[in-house]
């Protein structure tokens, strides 16, 4: 029996990428406008490769771009990127359609709910209640508390049936990434479900780790046997 659905956060229940391509675009043109010679495309292009690399989460991007595309950093170009991409990104930060209204009607089954993220705590709580559903969950598992382990480890994973006080399989897992989220709550013995929606370029990269469901918008979970 289906206790708990619990979900990754960026490109699950929020449209990370969106957000982060317009500020990234926003964060480029800044710097070509401070002085930086490259073309907004090609720069573009450059950056996403850096974030291939060091993952999506990586903090010191500009500054290594910065580093390869003129040797050095240059602090005026650096500030205006950085300050162009957090003005844009806060309003670009959404959760994808029908997130709210399934999150409804999963409680109203009586289900728990949880949240497991590799953003550190005050990022993951900052975009929670930055897309208006902080109120919804039971438990949110960040980096901070699972001792620095991020996806596939399993001990987030354990961590977080700790916390909502049921076992791995009595839980659901809902994730973008195959090779993080899919892989790390297989280990962990939970059901899987694979938001399609949520996906981007770099995980085709990967092997493809098998979930047990495949959905294509968040509301289709609802359908999903073990929650009927």
Not at 56 to 64: D, L, P
Not at 188 to 203: C, D, E, I, R, S
Request: overall charge positive; aromatic content about 8%.
């Amino acid at each position: 029996m289906i206790k708990a659905v619990v979900f990754d956060l960026d490109n699950t229940l929020m449209d990370y990428m969106k957000m982060k391509t317009i500020s990234c675009r926003e964060a480029l043109s800044a710097m070509i406008d401070a002085g930086l010679e490259i073309d907004e495309k090609t720069g573009t292009k450059k950056l996403f490769d850096l974030y291939d690399e060091y993952g999506i989460e990586f903090h010191e991007a500009f500054q290594v771009f910065l580093k390869k595309e003129i040797g050095k950093i240059d602090w005026k170009i650096l500030a205006s990127g950085i300050n162009a991409y957090r003005r844009v990104k806060e309003s670009f930060l959404s959760p994808y359609p029908h997130v709210q209204s399934t999150l409804i009607k999963l409680r109203e089954r009586g289900l728990k709910l949880g949240i497991v993220s590799d953003a550190p705590k005050l990022k993951a709580w900052l975009r929670l209640t930055g897309i208006g559903l902080a109120d919804f969950f039971d438990a949110v598992l960040t980096v901070d508390d699972a001792e620095g382990n991020t996806k596939p480890h399993p001990m987030p994973f354990l961590e977080i049936t700790k916390k909502l006080k049921v076992k791995p399989e009595e839980v659901i897992f809902i994730g973008d990434n195959p090779s993080r989220d899919i892989k790390g709550a297989n280990q962990a013995g939970m059901h899987t479900v694979l938001a399609k929606y949520g996906q981007w370029k770099t995980q085709g990269k990967t092997k493809i780790e098998k979930a047990d469901y495949e959905i294509n918008d968040i509301k289709e979970i609802l359908r999903i046997n073990l929650l009927k």
